[in-house]
């Protein structure tokens, strides 16, 4: 199993997009974070996590499931870090890969010690992107693939139905 861990105001505040977003509102500049991680998730198949410390949401430790991606808000007095540190301990094991995304150089150093991989920011970026255009190629081939009608039937025939279907005959 791939897990990522996601330290999302780290990510929000390296992306040109979410940084245009967070200028005018925290909120859309998360909630387009969850977005694109959820897309990454349901293409990429690993399980995404995504941390946002307290510093911008007060309150209590909370966990939710958007779009099957976890987010985890931490403790009022808590850092992303060490909400980050601490689920790299828990979820390492010999069955499980661990990928950190922050561009936080101090985070990274630290989760690469305790066995987790790391990912800056812009790596996840271009992975991102690339994704996306492996999703387009796949819509273009199958689109490409799909047979014009069920019946196999020359072109002019076509073309021929579809004056009637429209009504141009």
Same mark, same amino acid.
């Given at each position: 199993?791939?897990?990522?861990?996601?330290? *999302?105001?780290? $990510? $929000? *505040? +390296?992306?040109? @997009?979410?940084? #245009? #977003?967070?200028?005018? +509102?925290?909120?859309?500049?998360?909630?387009? /974070?969850? @977005?694109?991680?959820?897309?990454?998730?349901?293409?990429?198949?690993? &399980?995404?996590?995504?941390?946002?410390?307290?510093?911008?949401?007060? *309150? $209590? !430790?909370?966990?939710?499931?958007?779009?099957?991606?976890?987010?985890?808000?931490?403790? !009022?007095?808590?850092?992303? +870090?060490?909400? $980050?540190?601490?689920?790299?301990?828990? /979820?390492?094991?010999?069955?499980?890969?661990?990928?950190?995304?922050?561009?936080?150089?101090? @985070?990274?150093?630290?989760?690469?010690?305790? *066995?987790?991989? &790391?990912?800056?920011?812009? !790596?996840?970026?271009? @992975? /991102?992107?690339? #994704?996306?255009?492996?999703?387009?190629?796949?819509?273009?081939?199958? !689109?490409?693939?799909?047979?014009?009608?069920?019946?196999?039937?020359?072109?002019?025939? #076509?073309?021929?139905?579809?004056?009637?279907? &429209?009504?141009?005959?």
């Amino acid at each position: 199993m791939v897990v990522l861990i996601v330290d *999302g105001y780290n $990510i $929000i *505040g +390296d992306w040109d @997009e979410l940084k #245009l #977003l967070k200028q005018k +509102d925290m909120s859309q500049a998360r909630d387009r /974070l969850i @977005e694109l991680m959820a897309e990454y998730q349901a293409y990429s198949g690993c &399980r995404v996590i995504i941390v946002f410390d307290a510093y911008y949401v007060r *309150g $209590i !430790e909370s966990k939710l499931k958007q779009f099957k991606v976890e987010i985890i808000y931490t403790k !009022e007095k808590e850092t992303a +870090d060490e909400c $980050i540190e601490r689920l790299v301990k828990k /979820l390492k094991n010999v069955k499980t890969r661990v990928y950190v995304a922050t561009s936080d150089y101090t @985070e990274q150093r630290v989760t690469f010690g305790q *066995g987790a991989l &790391r990912k800056s920011a812009r !790596e996840l970026a271009i @992975e /991102l992107e690339n #994704l996306n255009r492996e999703i387009s190629n796949s819509v273009i081939k199958h !689109e490409n693939s799909k047979p014009k009608s069920k019946i196999p039937l020359p072109d002019d025939i #076509l073309e021929k139905f579809e004056k009637w279907r &429209r009504g141009d005959m």
